[in-house]
């Protein structure tokens, strides 16, 4: 963690040519459907929070309240991928700009120390 810190912070003070392709090069319907679905299933991630996270707290209720946290669960992963993909396109006029990729590095950097930190600090 460490050093993806290190690393949003030398992205802070190097200079990059911002590259974003906005509808520029057209995929067709099977190749967007094939590389979300790609993207979707090779993640693995999927399966270590729906099969393993999910799983074994969702097998401590019984009966009706199983089903709730089902729902529920459902209910969230929704609203959060949902939220994602619409916040990523009203945020990319704010993206396109480097000086919010900086803040964003330098963020990135702080929340990686934090994690770090906290790992070493509270080991025992």
Same mark, same amino acid.
């Given at each position: 963690?460490?050093?993806?810190?290190?690393?949003?912070? /030398?992205?802070?003070?190097?200079?990059?040519? $911002?590259?974003?392709?906005?509808?520029?090069?057209?995929?067709? $319907?099977?190749?967007?459907?094939?590389?979300?679905?790609a993207i979707s299933l090779?993640?693995?991630?999927?399966?270590?929070?729906? $099969?393993?996270?999910?799983?074994?707290?969702?097998?401590?209720?019984? =009966?009706?309240?199983?089903?709730?946290?089902?729902? =529920?669960?459902?209910?969230?992963?929704?609203?959060?991928?949902?939220? $994602?993909?619409?916040?990523?396109?009203?945020?990319?006029?704010?993206?396109?700009?480097?000086?919010?990729? /900086?803040?964003f590095d330098i963020f990135?950097?702080?929340?990686?120390?934090?994690?770090?930190?906290?790992?070493?600090m509270y080991q025992t």
């Open positions: 963690m460490v050093l993806y810190g290190f690393i949003a912070l /030398k992205n802070v003070f190097t200079t990059q040519k $911002l590259q974003i392709s906005l509808l520029k090069d057209k995929k067709s $319907l099977v190749q967007t459907i094939m590389t979300t679905v090779l993640n693995p991630h999927v399966y270590l929070d729906t $099969l393993m996270l999910i799983g074994s707290i969702g097998s401590h209720f019984e =009966g009706i309240k199983q089903n709730f946290f089902i729902f =529920g669960a459902i209910s969230a992963s929704f609203i959060w991928f949902f939220s $994602l993909a619409y916040g990523s396109r009203v945020l990319i006029p704010l993206f396109k700009k480097p000086l919010t990729w /900086k803040l990135t950097a702080f929340i990686m120390f934090f994690v770090a930190y906290s790992a070493i």
